[in-house]
């Protein structure tokens, strides 16, 4: 378990007003790219994250598209035991498939050659 | 024929960037087990667990670097109205408004670290913080401006760089933004510089003096040489490199690019030497940084009370942003 984050109870209401809270800003550098976490603002409302966002990750115009996202409202696993199992998943990744060596006894099998470069 | 087992792959051992530890580990085990991390390049986060003094020892540098981008852009905020022609203006500007923005983003970093920002301008005003030596000084011409976003940048810059790789994660994120803005300011000072090198024999002068009177400083800025094996910053992988390896790593990138402008450098002493493989140069004043970095330097005092004076005429803004219950009144 890691240290628990500060998290406001259940409702994705503003706070009452006057209370900053954190609020995390992804930006888009350009159309088609995925939306990257740049950094955090702190803000009374959405209203004045959206602008302090624009300030500090838009003034140059760096991004085509900002999400600016209530920290408290993000729904965080990580969990190792769900996300990192102490598993041997290797068959799930085309790195887990070495058969170098297989080939090689296929091909002595069959009397064949490995195929040039442009033909494999 | 290969037994088909012995061929599969080994994982290796999976990193985990994250410090995960149970409730009941003890915390001598567990900072033992955070310093191995770090110690091996991993990364920490705001919500991960960390001893003390480390969380203190970080939040100590990046409040630093955040007083030093606020207080720094005084200096070159009294040249917005002076600057020579628009396109100099509109520059300069820029990169006022870029310093206080990396001012915000510091100070953010901070924050999450549990130091609120009001705490944090308090005791800059208050002088029980403390920021650049390089920003308690006056500007007496545009040829200052030109040294300043040159040479000083780019001495800030070293130092920066070599911060993008920082133990601590949201900070590494944020230098990695920031050195991607510094990197125009040094573009813009490099270009007033050789401007006035090649206008009229006074503008020569002008920079010349700026460099004279800029070069004690900038040589003070990294601070003075500290055992690698004493610093607590370097132990931790908040910082990476020695204030000596940063300020040999400045010497040797932009010595030449002074030199072959024409321009000479007030230090006697100051040479490439080849067999040690580094630069000599005469021993700054320490205890003129001394001196100045607690607040005893020429502008010290104006600076500050400047910054206490724009705190209390943009008190209203705050005041109504946060909804102060007496204005509601």
């Known amino acids: 378990m890691t240290a628990t984050r500060p998290k406001s109870e259940g409702t994705s209401e503003p706070e009452s007003p006057g209370v ?50 209530r920290r408290s409202d993000i ?10 199992p102490p598993l041997d998943r290797s068959f799930k990744k085309p790195g887990g498939y070495v058969m170098r060596d297989k080939l090689e006894a296929a091909r002595k099998q069959a009397g064949t050659m490995k195929p040039k470069a442009k033909e494999r | 024929m290969t037994d088909p087992l012995a061929l599969d792959p080994v994982l290796p051992e999976r990193e985990r960037s ?17 310093e191995e991390h770090v110690a091996a390049g991993g990364k920490v986060e705001a919500w991960d667990w960390m001893p003390d003094d480390y969380r203190t020892g970080v939040l100590r540098f990046v409040e630093m670097h955040a007083n030093s981008e606020l207080m720094g852009v005084l200096p070159e905020r009294e040249w917005l109205m002076r600057a020579p022609t628009l396109r100099r203006k509109l520059a300069l500007t820029a990169k006022v408004q870029d310093e206080v923005g990396h001012a915000q983003l510091l100070y953010r970093v901070a924050e999450d670290l549990g130091k609120p920002r009001e705490a944090m301008f308090d005791d800059l005003l208050a002088g029980k913080t403390k920021f650049h030596n390089v920003f308690h000084y006056p500007t007496r011409s545009w040829g200052d401006i030109g040294i300043i976003a040159w040479l000083v940048d780019a001495a800030a810059i070293v130092a920066q760089q070599a911060l993008r790789d920082s133990s601590y994660a949201p900070y590494a994120r944020t230098m990695r933004k920031i050195c991607w803005e510094e990197s125009v300011h040094i573009m813009h000072g490099r270009d007033v510089v050789v401007t006035l090198v090649t206008g009229t024999p006074v503008q020569r002068a002008m920079v010349q003096d700026a460099l004279d009177r800029w070069w004690g400083p900038l040589m003070q800025m990294h601070g003075p040489r500290s055992p690698r094996e004493k610093d607590r910053d370097l132990a931790w992988r908040i910082k990476a490199k020695t204030s ?21 450098i007030p230090d006697p002493e100051l040479r490439f030497d080849a067999v040690a493989a580094e630069w000599r140069y005469g021993e700054p004043d320490w205890e003129e940084l001394r001196t100045v970095v607690t607040n005893h330097g020429p502008m010290s005092e104006a600076r500050l009370a400047f910054r206490r004076l724009n705190r209390e005429e943009t008190r209203w803004v705050r005041d109504a942003i946060l909804g102060d219950p007496q204005l509601a009144a």
């Open chain 1, 20 to 69: 900053l809270e954190p609020y995390e800003v992804f930006r888009q550098e350009k159309d088609g790219d995925p939306m990257r976490h740049g950094g955090s603002v702190l803000a009374p409302d959405p209203t004045l994250a959206v602008h302090y966002a624009r300030e500090l990750y838009g003034r140059r115009q760096e991004s085509v598209r900002l999400w600016v996202v």
């Open chain 1, 75 to 84: 729904h965080d696993l990580d969990d190792p035991d769900l996300l990192q």
């Open chain 2, 18 to 34: 994250r410090l995960t530890f149970a409730d009941d580990v003890p915390h001598d085990e567990r900072y033992r087990i955070f």
């Open chain 2, 244 to 264: 000596e390896e940063l300020r040999q790593e400045f010497l040797g990138i932009y010595v030449p690019r002074i030199l072959e402008l024409g321009l000479s």
